[in-house]
């Protein structure tokens, strides 16, 4: 869960193990583990966490491996049979916290600012849990996409249904006047409420109230009686969808070539909207497509670089996904080191450096490199792979993960290509 975009779980939500707090920590513990806790604590740096743990007999380090491990209801039995606390124990600890008000001064006025600032009105709002839940909320409740798109229409983040992300960010982009050219309510957006059986004017309310996925999906399900069979059925039929009439294919058409000229491969109104979104912000977006291929040379003749080129500006955009770039990318410390050119150097130069063209501009100042050099460069990247026992175990859980028939593929550049295609259909498919 990545706590830079949205925030935890709220403290009061007893969704886990019927323990209030658990399912806020859980979420801080697997952005801890992923590196994505943003301006949260986790653990011991978080008053709530310790006082949690203690009363569970759990360590911060145990908790946060299970979390990584277990879904919700596993990790639930997994913490009532460590923690062996009775539900009478469970309860009388619920019951304090819940109607627990800040016992210090500094928490007091942290609930006085809040108040002041987000709920001028309220005069109910008097615990600590209501006074996190008000910053959480507060904090992330408004989206602006005059300055970013929303998700891709195939993020499936609430509720398991295509669309469904990207409404939200739409609805809360509305309820801030930050909507931009986007459209609340379009027509794929009336598809998805009217299988839903859900109105826009409550999932707007609903998003907004809501800025976590997990606790969106869960007004979803209390309000739509959908399975998943059925949500499975609607991904692949609204996703598939693409341009039924005259009318449609033109404003198709037009709209395609003036995003991509020439690409007729763009057959859907998804992958469409995926075009528009990042030329509307001059982005490549990671969470949409992969990368260029690790094998392309066309930047330079020096492979991997388009590549690297592409994660960079993902990640000045921060639409970099589960890609690694610069200094966490073993392949892009290889590239780097064979320029001359630090990590840092590399991505400010791409800020300053909109196109492909320009990039190698620079980079060509910064490093001399014969025809030889990159060649042999070349033939020492792409046969690159694991050297030992442990990394080829990993390697190759990695490669049955994807296709376990792909037994040919032992080299870092092939298991990416395999990655990419395996991982982005998957995204596609739904599955």
């Known amino acids: 869960m990545d706590l830079t975009k949205q925030p935890p779980r709220r403290p009061s939500n007893t969704c886990i193990a019927g323990i209030v707090n658990l399912a806020r920590m859980a979420d801080k513990a697997c952005a801890c583990n992923e590196e994505t806790l943003g301006e949260f604590v986790y653990g011991e740096d978080s008053g709530l966490d310790k006082i949690l743990l203690d009363f569970l007999g759990i360590s911060a ?23 062996d606390r009775t539900d009478e124990e469970v309860e009388a600890f619920n019951r304090h916290h819940l109607g627990r008000e800040p016992d210090d001064e500094a928490g007091k006025q942290r609930l006085r600012d809040r108040l002041e600032k987000y709920a001028p009105k309220r005069t109910d709002i008097k615990t600590v849990f209501q006074s996190i839940e008000l910053d959480d909320w507060a904090s992330f409740r408004d989206v602006d996409l005059t300055q970013r798109a929303p998700r891709t229409p195939y993020c499936r983040d609430v509720a398991g249904v295509y669309g469904l992300a990207r409404m939200a960010d739409k609805a809360r982009a509305d309820k801030a006047d930050r909507l931009g050219e986007y459209i609340y309510n379009c027509p794929i957006d009336e598809a998805i409420t009217g299988f ?3 109105s826009a004017d409550a999932y707007r309310e609903a ?142 130069a791409l800020g300053d450096c909109p196109t492909d063209a320009d990039i190698l501009a620079w980079i060509e ?3 001399e490199k014969s025809d030889s050099e990159i060649a042999d460069f070349n033939d020492a990247i792409c046969k690159l792979g694991p050297r030992d026992d442990e990394t080829w175990a990993w390697y190759r859980n990695a490669v049955a993960s994807l296709d376990t028939s792909r037994t040919e593929v032992t080299t870092y550049f092939a298991l990416m290509q395999l990655s990419d295609h395996v991982n982005f259909a998957r995204l596609k498919a739904g599955v």
């Open 207 to 348: 998003a907004y109230a809501n800025p976590n996925d997990l606790e969106l999906t869960a007004w979803v399900q209390e309000n739509s009686s959908r399975t998943p069979g059925e949500i499975a059925v609607f991904n692949v039929r609204v996703s598939g969808k693409g341009p039924e009439n005259d009318e449609q294919h033109a404003i198709f058409e037009k709209a395609l070539n003036s995003t991509a000229p020439g690409r007729t491969d763009i057959t859907t109104w998804f992958d469409l909207i995926d075009l528009d979104d990042e030329k509307s912000f001059n982005t490549v977006d990671l969470t949409r497509h992969p990368p260029r291929s690790p094998y392309d040379t066309s930047v330079a003749g020096i492979a991997g670089l388009a590549r690297m080129i592409d994660k960079g500006r993902a990640f000045l955009s921060d639409t970099l996904g589960d890609f690694w770039y610069g200094s966490d990318s073993g392949i892009d410390r290889y590239i780097l080191r064979f320029l001359g050119i630090s990590v840092e150097a590399f991505t400010d």
């Open 196 to 198: 839903l059986c859900i």
């Open 365 to 367: 100042k910064q490093a």
């Open 61 to 83: 380090a145990d908790f946060a491996d299970a979390a990584d491990r277990y879904d919700d209801e596993a990790l639930g039995r997994w913490v009532r049979k460590v923690s």
